[in-house]
T-cell receptor
Framework: KAGVTQTPRYLIKTRGQQVTLSCSPI?????VSWYQQTPGQGLQFLFE???????NKGNFPGRFSGRQFSNSRSEMNVSTLELGDSALYLC??????????????FGEGSRLTVL | AQKITQTQPGMFVQEKEAVTLDCTYD???????LFWYKQPSSGEMIFLIYQGSYDQQNATEGRYSLNFQKARKSANLVISASQLGDSAMYFC????????????FGKGTTLSVSS
């Protein structure tokens, strides 16, 4: 069973540019959530998509956006990049139905460096 | 506001010894889930154990157990018989939604296991 796949794994951008990151969830998973990890702020929840709809959103500026396609694949976009956007961006997938249980599977992340 | 606190930036333990990683949480929601994840240097997040707020017994998964003290709002992770491969960053997390697909994380504890 293939895991969560994130592309690209590494990328370098300059301030002011925009970037799009991609996440392919585990087959059958309908929920995709995104997290930003930095040394200073730690792991922070960005947003979650379920069946193509944004279901939850963290406290990030509007420069951060995302979407989910009918096949559950998700993309997140960051526009007008700032130096502080340098981070590891982690994607996680799950069935997304009601009920806890720890069924959140993470990808290896996309490491973004903004120069 | 919901919050997770991990007060131990780093912990050191010898092989075969047990170690406890501390986690306290704050929420006014009576229904929540608590999670522990391991992050090796490769970057991916590995799910370890889950505890629901209504669970009467402490969760256990192999060498991992969660010492859940609801009145104290603590959810400490106990690793028995530490192994060299346990060296990693450990994160305590709490669900932000009923589906458990949006998590708030603590700052993490770096565990170093020596032979």
């Amino acid at each position: 069973k293939a895991g969560v796949t994130q592309t690209p794994r590494y990328l370098i951008k300059t301030r002011g540019q925009q970037v799009t990151l991609s996440c392919s969830p585990i087959s059958g998973h309908r929920s995709v959530s995104w997290y930003q990890q930095t040394p200073g702020q730690g792991l922070q929840f960005l947003f979650e998509y379920f069946s193509e709809t944004q279901r939850n959103k963290g406290n990030f500026p509007g420069r951060f956006s995302g979407r989910q396609f009918s096949n559950s694949r998700s993309e997140m976009n960051v526009s007008t990049l700032e130096l502080g956007d340098s981070a590891l961006y982690l994607c996680a997938s799950s069935f997304g139905t009601i009920g806890f249980g720890g069924e959140l599977f993470f990808g290896e992340g996309s490491r973004l460096t903004v120069l | 506001a919901q919050k997770i606190t991990q007060t131990q930036p780093g912990m050191f333990v010898q092989e075969k010894e047990a170690v406890t990683l501390d986690c306290t949480y704050d929420t006014s929601d009576p229904s929540y889930g608590l999670f522990w994840y391991k992050q090796p240097s490769s970057g991916e997040m590995i799910f370890l154990i889950y505890q629901g707020s209504y669970d009467q017994q402490n969760a256990t998964e192999g060498r991992y157990s969660l010492n859940f003290q609801k009145a104290r709002k603590s959810a400490n992770l106990v690793i028995s018989a530490s192994q060299l491969g346990d060296s990693a960053m450990y994160f305590c997390a709490m669900s932000l939604n009923q589906a458990g697909t949006a998590l708030i994380f603590g700052k993490g504890t770096t565990l170093s296991v020596s032979s």
